[in-house]
């Protein structure tokens, strides 16, 4: 294998962890240094040679901390050289030799690299990416680029099934492979890489954001999403990040959300009619928590609706087809409600609401956020009981799959309930709310 890129196993492993930088590294091996009873630490500049061209062989300490921290991983594939017996200078092992057309060799590799992408492969599809990995610039072909795209619609529909703590390994691996592969693909090939990039690390965003990570790292990915999508000239992409940016912003900052979504409105791109209700919608939102005057809110809300009438037939939801393909009347007027109770009209959001979630439409995690916001109007219009109870409904749906984004719903109207907490059905809902497990 050639190694002018240096160890792009150690790298992508690294990655495929959740650990964005050199540092992230360092303070993970000293963390797992410490469970192990070691008192090692590594600098960023340790963490640099192991990702040159020339890692060596780390020493047992470190070994035995290496493997704590990638499962037993044999640091073989992850890019180390063990010494040779009788030789001075290590012996490179070099799995990306004619060697890697042994399936059972690229398999191996692969599961170092990319252990979160190969759940979602078959063993075809994962041959072929092995190959991809380690010859980028004699094999770089348009079927890799499908691979990763099928990919990233399995992670996300795990995701939906099993929630984001079960769908970041794949989606972390994916943009492991994605920054390998594109440094060495053909112009053509790495802009499709850089496409689908994209969308992995909004996706990735998500994820974290969902999961309860900090802010700074759902930042981290959505930086690297506007990149890809700037790179690859998807300007319609880049909009959409903005759009998403605007809705992991906290409420304490709406100034930023409204700029962003405005941003993801007007910009010099063209946004689909569908992402642009949603965008249109986002922007109502802030304005409401900006303390806009309720007819200015509704106006914008109004300009979504139009835009939404202007859309093409709704198409199932996927990461990687037409952007906000599967928005729908019935969304957006889940998310009119919250505007509506954030300009003061808790009941409008109630019935709003109530009329969406009765029906069958909505996917188990929107419909455990949903769910949450009627808690949170039910409370804000004075309706506890009622409010605690939907709580409960909320906690059923969410608590296993890790909803992060509804049970962070459900808190707020928890902390809204403070006033009612020797009722009963509040009482209920705090003490199951505090037994949840983290």
Known sequence: MSRSQGNTRFIAARLGRGWHTQADLAEAYAQHARRLGESATITVRQVRRWESSTPGWPNRVARRV????????????????PPQPHSTQPEAIDPACDDLENPVLRRRFLGGVLAGVTPVLDAAATDHLAAALTRARRYSDQHVVSYLRAALDEAARADGRAGPRQALPAALGILGAIDTLARDAAPAVRRELLMVGARAAEFTAWLHRDAGAPPQT??????????????????????????????????DDASRMCDLAQAAVHGPWTLPPRAKAEALQQQARAMAFTGAAPDVVARTLDQAEDALADAP??????????????????????????????????????????????????????????????????????????????GMKVLRLAAAPGFGQALGELRRTIALLRPQARRPAVRELRRAFTALPG
């Open 218 to 251: 759902t930042a981290f990915f959505h930086d690297r999403a506007v990149e890809w999508a700037t790179l690859s000239g998807d300007g319609a992409m880049h909009a959409y990040v903005l759009l998403r940016k605007a809705q992991a912003t906290e409420r």
């Open 66 to 81: 290496l493997r704590s921290m990638f499962g037993d991983v044999p640091l073989e594939q992850l890019g180390f050289l």
């Open 313 to 390: 037939p709704a198409q199932p939801a996927t990461c990687t087809g037409p952007l906000c393909a599967a928005y729908n009347a019935d969304r957006l007027t889940a998310q009119s409600a919250i505007c509506h109770r954030e300009i003061g009209r808790p009941e409008l959001a109630v019935t709003l609401l109530r009329q969406c979630l009765a029906g069958g439409g909505f996917a188990p995690r929107d419909r455990a956020f949903f769910t949450a916001h009627l808690a949170g109007a039910l409370a804000a219009a004075g309706a506890p009981d009622e409010a605690a109870a939907v």
